[in-house]
């Protein structure tokens, strides 16, 4: 681009045709190259001075920054009419440079923005300004844009000999702010919606700063409610008197991250198990500010692990006195008929007569049918072979049957499983809550009939075993915990036994209506046998 720089306006000395013919010249020449865009600087002659008005003395550093800068440029009359524009706002207004020259900047705000730029203009005058506009672009499109407009002034104290102005395209930062503030809109709506988790925020002193949907469902309390308090409360009286509650922010706030688990307090005083996480917030400069906290209730598995710990010991120590039993029963009966047994065949060694001996060996046949028996019910209680032999639904049938003569009880039965392919210990299982609770309708129920249907449902196991008695009475006094170690299992150990295998057991009973119990065991989960 060619560098000139023209006299906008001369000093009139005598006013000569000559002269006022050669200043319409130059004045020509002079709007031409400024609409041209070839003008670095407008020189204003004013009462025995020259200027030179434009950017700062409009040396050509000043005019490639000018042309080459990012955002739209223009310098203005006190009008507001364009005197120059750079390539930017060219572009922004999507108008060949030569045609911003000389135009008002109002034509290209959009109809509804023109008294705002107006009074921007006129403010621009007296000080800097700014606005938020809607531009009207050439082809007729619309553009968000920022006006900066401030005064250009010869001295400090004079009017100002024009305005200059920055234009900034806007449409790009809104799109990425509209995006952010959706994306941000999003997040924290998810925030606020779960519900399985309290997630909350606290400030770095421990005062809660947010809630969400989790929190108050989890902790009882509404955000109008908590918010401003302080964390501790959530915690039990032994842990705030050991200020456990501060001592979790130190180390969170040392190690970035701090993991718990313990006893919390809802507002209603109830406690639950608490999974927390504490998660220190830091910005950018590495200050802190604040906390986010994510606390989940998880007493149901803390429950379900001290039920299975319970239930490991209750079963070894059931285990280990029916070793005892056993070994007990082995020693008395069993020891001492052989032992009888033993001395029996020494006095056959010894006998004088036959007739003696064949007497003798009488009782000791006695001895050995009776062994014989003991042996034959302890093995049947270690484990009812029955099972192996015939398969459960067999085997539920001709215990029912035996029960039913035995008792003198109507017993009907439904048995419904498509095949006996179910684990051995479901099986075991089965058959000894079928025993015990039959074992108790004879021994409690005082009845006359009772049913058993046996099926399966998909992925379970039904036993349910009811009779007509005189339900279950109700106990004072603590309930007997652990399995039984006489003979059957009792109610609670059949509980226990079954729970083991991932099901449960239902016992429903009316004082004179008869009761019901229903063992329900899943075969299809992990704790096959
Ligand atoms: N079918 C039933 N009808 C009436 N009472 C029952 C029945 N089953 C259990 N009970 C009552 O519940 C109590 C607990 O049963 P259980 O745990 O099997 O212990 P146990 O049979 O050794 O007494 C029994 O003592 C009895 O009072
Ligand atoms: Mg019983």
Not at 94 to 111: C, D, E, K, N
Not at 171 to 194: C, K
Not at 223 to 252: M, N, T, W
Not at 514 to 519: I, N, P, S, Y
Request: proline share 3%; hydrophobic share 40%; aromatic share 4%.
């Amino acid at each position: 681009m060619t560098r000139r720089k023209k006299r906008a306006a001369a000093r009139p000395r005598r006013t000569t045709l000559e002269e006022l013919r050669t200043r319409l010249l130059v004045a020509e020449d002079t709007l031409r190259a400024i609409r041209a865009g070839e003008v670095d600087a407008l020189v204003v002659g004013k009462a025995k001075e020259e200027r030179v008005v434009t950017l700062a003395g409009a040396e050509l550093p000043y005019k490639v920054m000018f042309d080459q800068m990012f955002e739209g440029a223009v310098t203005l009359d006190p009008d507001c009419v364009i005197a120059y524009g750079n390539r930017r706002f060219a572009d922004i207004v999507r108008t060949p440079l030569p045609r911003v020259v000389g135009v008002p900047l109002t034509r290209f705000v959009s109809t509804a923005d023109r008294a705002a730029l107006d009074a921007l203009c006129r403010e621009a005058v007296r000080r800097s300004t700014r606005g938020e506009l809607s531009f009207r672009a050439g082809d007729g499109s619309r553009v968000a844009v920022s006006v900066s407009l401030a005064p250009l002034r010869l001295k400090r104290s004079t009017n100002p000999i024009g305005l200059i102005g920055l234009i900034a395209d806007m449409t790009e930062r809104n799109r990425a702010a509209e995006l952010l503030r959706e994306s941000e809109e999003r997040f924290r709506l998810m925030l606020e919606n779960v519900r399985d988790y309290a997630i909350f925020m606290l400030d770095p002193g421990g005062h809660i700063v947010s809630w969400n949907r989790g929190a108050q469902r989890l902790k009882g309390y509404r955000a109008d409610e908590i918010l401003g308090q302080h964390f501790s409360r959530f915690y039990p009286a032994e842990d705030i008197e050991r200020a456990k509650p501060a001592h979790e922010l130190v180390i969170a706030a040392a190690e970035g991250r701090l993991e718990d688990e313990g006893w919390r307090v809802r507002k209603n005083g109830a406690r639950f198990w608490a999974n927390v996480v504490i998660t220190a917030l830091r910005d950018q400069t590495g200050t802190l500010r604040g906390f986010a906290k994510v606390t989940r209730d998880v007493t149901e598995r803390k429950r379900a692990e001290e039920l299975r710990a319970r239930l490991t010991r209750q079963l070894m120590v059931a285990q280990d006195a029916e070793r005892r039993r056993i070994a007990r029963e082995l020693h008395d009966e069993t020891g001492q008929a052989l032992t009888g047994l033993l001395v029996g065949l020494r006095t056959i060694e010894r006998s004088q007569t036959i007739e003696e001996a064949v007497e003798m060996a009488q009782q000791l046949r006695g001895v050995a049918a009776q062994s014989l028996v003991d042996v034959r019910r302890l093995a049947r209680g270690l484990h009812p072979s029955i099972l192996d032999d015939l398969g459960l639904s067999a085997a539920v049938t001709r215990y029912v049957e035996e029960f039913a003569q035995l008792h003198r009880i109507v017993v009907s039965l439904e048995v419904g499983l498509d095949s006996d392919r179910l684990p051995l210990l479901v099986q075991t299982t089965v058959y000894r809550v079928l025993q015990e609770a039959l074992t108790n309708v004879a021994k409690h129920a005082g009845g006359r009939n009772a049913s058993v249907r046996l099926a399966r449902e998909k992925a379970t196991v039904e036993l349910r075993v009811q009779d007509d008695g005189t339900g279950i009475k109700r106990r004072k006094g603590p309930r007997r915990a652990g399995l039984s170690h006489r003979q059957g299992l009792g109610l609670e150990g059949m509980r226990e036994r079954v729970a083991l295998l991932g099901g449960s057991v239902r016992v429903e009973s009316e004082p004179g209506a008869g009761t019901t119990v229903t063992a329900r065991i899943p075969v299809e989960s992990g704790a096959l046998g």
